[in-house]
């Protein structure tokens, strides 16, 4: 049984930093292609980094451009966040996907973890 685990997340001051990792039993995550999405309340789940599994390519949303960036190390995914604003309050999930290359098409995941929860307030 594959299961996702997210950790890492808390309360942060606007301007604070956190760093949310993805580990996984029943895989081995460095085989598959990786995604953080989060979902804020009341709004849609959306796409937040992803780093594929082919060349370690990562992507970034467009509104985390500067701020956030995912990494590898040994056999986990970690979301690096920084310059961390109200908005960005959610939360944060990490999904697997066994393909070379990741997408922010959530429909392409194959497994999902239960999610972390970060609120950014003062």
């Known amino acids: 049984q594959v299961q996702l685990v997210e950790s890492g997340g808390g309360l942060v001051q606007p301007g604070g930093s956190l760093r949310l990792s993805c580990g996984a039993s029943g895989i081995n995550l460095n085989d598959y292609s990786v995604a953080w999405f989060r979902q804020a309340p009341g709004k849609e789940r959306e796409g937040v980094s992803c780093i594929s599994s082919y060349n370690n390519r990562t992507r970034v949303g467009d509104s985390m451009l500067g701020r956030f960036s995912i990494a590898r190390d040994n056999g986990k995914v970690y979301l690096q966040m920084d310059n961390l604003l109200p908005e960005d309050t959610a939360d944060y999930y990490c999904?697997?996907?066994?393909?070379?290359?990741?997408?922010?098409?959530?429909?392409?995941?194959?497994?999902w973890g239960q999610g972390t929860q970060v609120t950014v307030s003062s």
């Open positions: 999904a697997a996907m066994d393909h070379v290359y990741c997408w922010f098409k959530q429909g392409m995941y194959d497994y």
